[in-house]
């Protein structure tokens, strides 16, 4: 029997696995696993099949697996926004020379408007999307990543859903999607509490972090910098990967005293944590070898077989979060820094390690039900304290997670601004629908071994100022000069208006609006071309416009419109419209 054709918003959805029941309800198409066979359901797995008429010139956004991959550009000449695609050399997701896949969701801007092919639920199979000609037309094909599990061996034949959207705005299409979504995936209490504001010792010292680099900067906030309200202790405080209640050297009266220490002065203390992996010399890989993903022959899987192997401390081996005393070690460790020692919000990093493909306890299981697994271990051991997830899988994400980072580590250059500007931009409409984003650390000031011209911090000042989110300072704070104090001044009056992110009108990044209350509005501009850019801004009515940063006025009398030209090469402005 065949499956019936559905149309989503106006398109044609056809299905074209016979294993699959698919159900069509609030404008989304649900499947369910139906075969009588037991054979391998591969990384490949096409379920939807969607015929387009595709401009070859229009502008595309697809998302990554892992937080580090994003794809812009055409339909014709896809542009990778991040250092780390998915099929990159390095990460090994999926092979290089295979057609490009967008997962999560794939956004098409044509001039008739927006269209958005998007998956809402994400328990146990990765979505994604890949765009073939075929009969002479453009056609968006849907895949699920079986993982090549075999359906007798799974818990549940559900399979996940995915809709198509049309809209004549950015911000329709975004705001449609994200309550779609969240249908599929409550968000947690803390997405739409406001955002943390503080600092985080990683871009200051790096893993060099000491006890008394801590207290040297909680001085400075208690003394100065008052509105900084959380403390961030990075990388560094442990003695190895995967022992985190065992602190290094570095910290001679121990992480629970220094973190109660903080509570005691009146800041909110914050660790770092990588939770799913262990490096070889610490004691739970010694003593639990048992609790860690296997490759099929027996031998212990480490990250570098079969992706990114990681950034230091490494081999990375995997806990194998479907096993049960894994599970509950997890919440333990969590409990313990929450419990004992006062910790009230974790940056959980390197979760997309979680996810890795391996041979599990559980059988029929994939990374993605593991990572879950894992995720929920943590929040059960979290209570009520907020979770970061950071390198994480996207959409394995979601409903697990208060706040998301969304970019690449920061760097103080101009190439790593465009680079974060443009990665955060594209997944600013995530902010408190799906969870707050994190756009990364603020970086002022330069350091002895890093730095660059002051244009620069102020191109990475207005992409903060433009995407709202967390607002934690990664420079040392006993060095902050005038620029970087009055930007945070600034940036702490933004916040308190107004939590939300600006909107953007085109995937072209470059101008995006945000009312700040009912008498001003906030526009930002950029340029990350070789050529200057005018752009003509338009208000509802005759308004004073301002420079946002210096409060210089830019028109002599109420006027509707102001045109203005960005200087060539990275460049942007932030006006401040008064009606």
Known sequence: MMNPLFFLCGQESIPVQTDLIYEFQNDQISMHFSGIHNLPIN???????????????????????????????????PQEIGRCPDNSPSYRIYSEHAKKRFYNYLVIEQSDGFTLFGFTSCYRFAGYFEIHEYQGSMNVMAFLDGEFTHPQDWASNRMESLTVIKAESLAELYELYAAKVQQQHPIRPGVKQDAPIGWCSWYAYYADVTEKNVLDNVEVMCQKDSEFEWVLLDDGYQAFMGDWLTPSDKFPNGIKALLQDIKAKGKKPAIWIAPFIAQPESDIFKNHPDWFVHHENGELLKAEDITYGGWRCTPWYILDTSKQEVQIHLTEVIHTMREEWGVELFKLDANYWGTLKGKRTQSGITGIEAYRLGMQAITNGAGDALILGCNAPMWPSLGLVDAMRVSDDVERNPQRFEQIAKETFYRSWQHRKLWQIDPDCVTLISLSNQGTERKYYEFHRNVILASGGLALSGDPLPDLNKFAKKTWKNILSRLRLTQEAAQFTSLS?????????????????????????????VADQPSIWRDFWTGEQLNEEPTQMLILTLDSGLNSKAILVSN
């Open 43 to 77: 990384d490949h797995y096409l379920i939807l099949q969607f015929p387009t008429q595709l401009e070859h010139d229009a502008k595309i956004l697809g998302d990554g697996f892992q937080m580090l991959a994003q794809t812009g550009g055409k339909v014709d000449s």
């Open 509 to 537: 990044n470059r101008h995006c609006t945000l009312t700040l209350n009912h008498q001003h509005e906030l526009h930002c501009l950029f340029n990350y071309d070789d050529e200057a850019m005018e752009h003509t801004l």
